[in-house]
Nanobody, 124 residues
Framework: QVQLVESGGGLVQAGGSLRLSCTVS????????MGWYRQAPGKQRELVAA???????NYVDSVKGRFTISRDNAKNTVYLQMNSLKPEDTAVYYC??????????????????WGQGTQVTVSS
């Protein structure tokens, strides 16, 4: 069974840094697109950053220049380095991964998985 296990959230003062990690377990295949979403109280979940299998990156405008997404394909792990954190970054952060499956060596379909969420709180 495929699971996404997150770690690295916590409480930090404004201007501080945190690093989130998310590892895909239960799959022998590397995930395709991997990303981080966040959801603040009373707000919709939004994409924060994504990294695709070809290495291309996407960031929401509000984190550009402060957050960096990266991945280690050998470990099937995605990271989110968050610097210069602001109180408005406070949210539950969710890892997302698109994991391919194969039948008899042929691509079958991709499944979308979510982590359990990790709280990031930035105090002013």
């Amino acid at each position: 069974q495929v699971q996404l296990v997150e770690s690295g959230g916590g409480l930090v003062q404004a201007g501080g840094s945190l690093r989130l990690s998310c590892t895909v377990s239960g799959s022998t295949f590397s995930a395709n697109a991997m990303g981080w979403y966040r959801q603040a109280p009373g707000k919709q979940r939004e994409l924060v950053a994504a990294i695709h299998s070809d290495g291309s990156l996407n960031y929401v405008d509000s984190v550009k220049g402060r957050f960096t997404i990266s991945r280690d394909n050998a470990k099937n792990t995605v990271y989110l380095q968050m610097n210069s954190l602001k109180p408005e970054d406070t949210a539950v952060y969710y890892c997302n991964a698109d994991v391919p499956t194969y039948l008899s060596g042929t691509f079958y379909r991709e499944y979308d998985y979510w982590g359990q969420g990790t709280q990031v709180t930035v105090s002013s």
